[in-house]
C-alpha cells in the first residue's frame, strides 16, 4: 500500500495554541453606590437654618460638619442657638447615593470551555450626593460632603463559570475579590480599607472565534472606617456597596495565524506545506465557525428581489 505520509505533510502546531485561552477585556458603562453609615457614640445637632452636624458623646465640645470623605471640625455651637439634638441613644445615621464611571480593564484565561481565572484593575470616576438622614427626615435636614468629586482605583483577582449558553450568547457567573483606594478626594490617613467583593453575570454575544461583546450587571460589597480625630478614638464605618452595569469587548489572540496568501479564499482553517492557518475572509466582527465558512450563511435566492421570484435562479 503506498504511504500516505508521502502525499499528506505533517502539521506543525503554533506556539499560540496556548497563548489563545488568555482573554483581554475593556469595558465602561455606569455605577451607583449606596452610601450608609450609623453614628455609635455620637449625637447629631441641627442648627436652625444649616446643615446638620455630629459631636462626640465622649467630648460634646467636638463637632463635625463632614465625616464620610474627609473630616471638617467645627468650633461648638455658642450658648443659646436654637437647634435640635439627638443623642446616641436613638438609631441615628445617614444615607446617600453617589454616581460612578467606571473604566476596567481584566486578564483572565480560560481552560475546559467553561472555567476562567485571572485579575484586572479599575479606575471609577465617583460623584458623592447629599446625604439624608435615616431617621427624624422632618427635624434633620442632612449635609453635603465636600469635595464631592474623585476617582477611586480597584485591583482585584477574578473567577468565573459559563453555566449557559444560547445561540451564540454564553452566560458566566463571576466573582471579583480585591482591594480599593477610595478616591484623592478622600483622607487617605484617617481611613482604614476592608476588600470588596463583586459579584455578576457576563452576558457575551460572540462574534469571530476572538472577539465577543458582553454586558456585566454586578453588585459590589464593600466598606471603609474613618477615625475622628479629637473625639477620644472614636470612628464610623461607612458601608459604600454598589450596583454596575459595564459594557465592553474582549479579544484573545486567534489559534492560529491569517493566511499569508493573499489570493486565498477558503472560508475555513486550512493548511499551505506543514502549516495551518485561519481564513482571510473572517471579519473580526461577523460570527464564524472557523471549521466551516459563515460570510455568506443566508443563499442570495433568499435575498433582495430573488425571495420574490418563483424561481430566483
Same mark, same amino acid.
Given at each position: 500500500?503506498?504511504p500516505?505520509d508521502n502525499?499528506?505533510a505533517?502539521?506543525?502546531p ?6 489563545r485561552?488568555?482573554?483581554? &477585556?475593556?469595558s465602561t458603562g455606569l455605577?451607583?453606590t ?6 455609635s457614640?455620637?449625637?447629631? !445637632?441641627q442648627p436652625?437654618g ?7 458623646m465622649?467630648?460634646?465640645a ?5 465625616w ?5 471640625s %467645627? ?10 439634638t ?6 441615628l445615621g445617614f444615607?446617600g @447615593? @453617589? ?5 476596567k480593564?481584566?486578564?483572565h484565561y480560560?481552560?475546559q470551555?467553561?472555567?476562567?481565572? #485571572?485579575g484586572g484593575y479599575s479606575?471609577?470616576?465617583m460623584?458623592?450626593?447629599?446625604m439624608?438622614?435615616i431617621?427624624?427626615q422632618?427635624q434633620?435636614?442632612?449635609?453635603q460632603? &465636600?469635595?464631592?468629586?474623585g476617582f477611586?482605583r480597584k485591583?482585584?483577582?477574578m473567577?468565573?463559570?459559563s ?6 450568547f454564553l452566560?458566566?457567573?463571576d466573582v471579583?475579590v ?5 478616591g484623592?478626594?478622600?483622607?487617605t490617613?484617617l481611613?482604614?480599607?476592608?476588600v470588596f467583593?463583586?459579584?455578576?453575570v457576563t452576558v %457575551? ?8 461583546v ?9 466598606n471603609?472606617?474613618i ?7 472614636g470612628?464610623?464605618?461607612?458601608n459604600?456597596n454598589?450596583f ?9 489572540l486567534p ?6 496568501h493573499k489570493d486565498?479564499?477558503?472560508q !475555513?482553517n486550512?493548511?499551505? #506545506?506543514?502549516?495551518e492557518?485561519r ?15 459563515e460570510?455568506?450563511?443566508k ?6 428581489q430573488n ?7
Amino acid at each position: 500500500m503506498f504511504p500516505l505520509d508521502n502525499i499528506y505533510a505533517e502539521r506543525k502546531p503554533w506556539a499560540r495554541s496556548f497563548l489563545r485561552h488568555f482573554h483581554f &477585556s475593556l469595558s465602561t458603562g455606569l455605577g451607583h453606590t449606596f452610601f450608609r453609615h450609623e453614628l455609635s457614640g455620637f449625637g447629631i !445637632l441641627q442648627p436652625e437654618g444649616f446643615d446638620s452636624r455630629i459631636y462626640s458623646m465622649a467630648i460634646p465640645a467636638s463637632q463635625y460638619t463632614n465625616w464620610v470623605n474627609t473630616i471638617s471640625s %467645627e468650633p461648638a455651637l455658642p450658648t443659646g442657638t436654637d437647634t435640635f439634638t439627638f443623642p446616641d441613644t436613638e438609631k441615628l445615621g445617614f444615607k446617600g @447615593g @453617589g454616581f460612578n464611571v467606571p473604566l476596567k480593564g481584566t486578564i483572565h484565561y480560560e481552560f475546559q470551555g467553561k472555567y476562567r481565572i #485571572g485579575g484586572g484593575y479599575s479606575y471609577d470616576i465617583m460623584v458623592i450626593k447629599r446625604m439624608r438622614p435615616i431617621t427624624h427626615q422632618d427635624q434633620i435636614t442632612g449635609f453635603q460632603p &465636600s469635595q464631592n468629586a474623585g476617582f477611586m482605583r480597584k485591583y482585584f483577582g477574578m473567577l468565573g463559570f459559563s453555566f449557559y449558553r444560547l445561540g451564540t450568547f454564553l452566560f458566566t457567573g463571576d466573582v471579583n475579590v480585591g482591594g480599593f483606594n477610595p478616591g484623592n478626594n478622600f483622607t487617605t490617613g484617617l481611613i482604614k480599607k476592608g476588600v470588596f467583593v463583586n459579584l455578576g453575570v457576563t452576558v %457575551e454575544k460572540e462574534f469571530a472565534e476572538n472577539f465577543q461583546v458582553f454586558v456585566r450587571p454586578s453588585f459590589e460589597l464593600k466598606n471603609y472606617t474613618i477615625s475622628i480625630p479629637g473625639s477620644n478614638g472614636g470612628s464610623i464605618v461607612h458601608n459604600i456597596n454598589a450596583f454596575y452595569t459595564n459594557v465592553g469587548v474582549t479579544y484573545s489572540l486567534p489559534a492560529l495565524p491569517k493566511c499569508y496568501h493573499k489570493d486565498c479564499n477558503a472560508q !475555513l482553517n486550512h493548511a499551505h #506545506g506543514n502549516r495551518e492557518y485561519r481564513s482571510r475572509m473572517h471579519k473580526f466582527y461577523k460570527k464564524q465557525n472557523p471549521m466551516y465558512g459563515e460570510n455568506y450563511p443566508k443563499l442570495f435566492k433568499y435575498k433582495g428581489q430573488n425571495k420574490r421570484k418563483l424561481n430566483p435562479y
